[in-house]
């Protein structure tokens, strides 16, 4: 079974300790691998006519929110990260549940946050979904749940590439977004088996996912260790969890409420979960498999 990229670079990158390899080459080998990532991620989310990532996404929320002038869906997106935080400043209280997830019900700055992050203009992090999609190919999961969906892109990617794929989010106006994003792609979910599945007023079914990815999720969570119970019972034995379960303070995203993840791993150690894979090498996700 062939590599996955960040195991593949690890030990790339042996060869360079072992003065075998440049760190040029290596950098040229590491670029390479990532593009062919850009381009498994851009396959997925380009709308037809396209060929641009951002401009494509761009013109995606125009058409959603009926707006011609792509200037301005820009300025909104640069604008994202602040507008976000001022109205978590503004309409959160930390300390109470409700609070917080009337803001992800609400919020329309962090729908374009998200989707001008997944157009990659300021790091590559969303192409772990790529690592998700791959690992689950490896290991033939048939049924993924994206929890914590957001704008869907992960979920688009997982289908696109004929994985059965749920969606779960508390936000209402996300999912009516990511649901609107499958229909202009003809990408049926519910034609599929699958669901878009409001967290606020629905349970995860039990027992019916190959794999849940919770990409950048957990350190958003009143309750992680809640959450976990929860995902627990929605895996199939055998199943895997893959995320990333770390976030420093960041001044920009007030909503990173999650630093401590240590009792996450420990309810995952109490219900029999066993990490068994991480990626030590680009972003550092890890994989846990429910025994």
């Known amino acids: 079974m062939e590599q996955l990229l960040s195991d593949r670079l690890k030990d790339l990158w042996r060869s360079v300790d072992q003065n075998q390899l440049s760190a040029e080459d290596f950098g040229t080998k590491q670029e390479h691998g990532l593009d062919e990532y ?3 991620w851009k396959q997925a989310l380009l709308l037809p006519g396209h060929e641009d990532l951002q401009e494509s996404l761009l013109s995606e929320l125009g058409k959603y929110f009926a ?3 792509l200037g301005e869906i820009r300025r909104r997106c640069n604008d994202a990260v602040t507008a976000t935080k001022r109205e978590w400043e503004r309409t959160v209280d930390p300390k109470h549940a409700e609070s917080i997830e009337q803001f992800y019900d609400h919020t329309q700055s962090y729908l374009y946050d998200l989707m001008w992050w997944h157009s990659l203009c300021d790091d590559d992090s969303p192409l772990a979904c790529v690592t998700a999609l791959h690992f689950a190919q490896r290991h033939g999961c048939r049924k993924c749940l994206d929890f914590g969906a957001g704008v869907g892109s992960g979920a688009i990617l997982f289908a696109f590439n004929e994985i059965e794929t749920s969606l779960a989010d508390v936000n209402a106006a996300l999912l009516r977004f990511s649901e609107w994003r499958f229909g202009i792609r003809s990408l049926g979910v519910r034609e599929s088996g699958g669901q878009f599945l409001n967290l606020r007023i629905s349970r995860l079914p039990k027992g019916a996912f190959d794999i849940v990815t919770a990409m950048d999720v957990f350190e958003h969570l009143v309750d ?15 199943g895997f969890l893959f995320g990333r379960f770390h976030a420093e303070i960041d001044e920009d995203r007030p909503q990173h409420i999650v630093q401590d993840f240590g009792p996450v791993f420990a309810r ?18 890890q994989v846990f498999q429910k025994t």
């Not at 992680?224 to 055998?238: D, I």
């Not at 029999?272 to 550092?284: C, I, R, S, T, Y």
């Open 38 to 40: 850009r381009s498994t």
């Open 67 to 69: 707006c011609d002038d």
């Open 224 to 238: 992680p260790v809640k959450t976990v119970n929860e995902l627990s019972e929605a895996l199939r034995p055998g």
């Open 268 to 285: 995952l150690s109490d219900l029999g979960f066993v990490q068994v894979w991480q990626d030590e090498w680009l972003w550092g996700h």
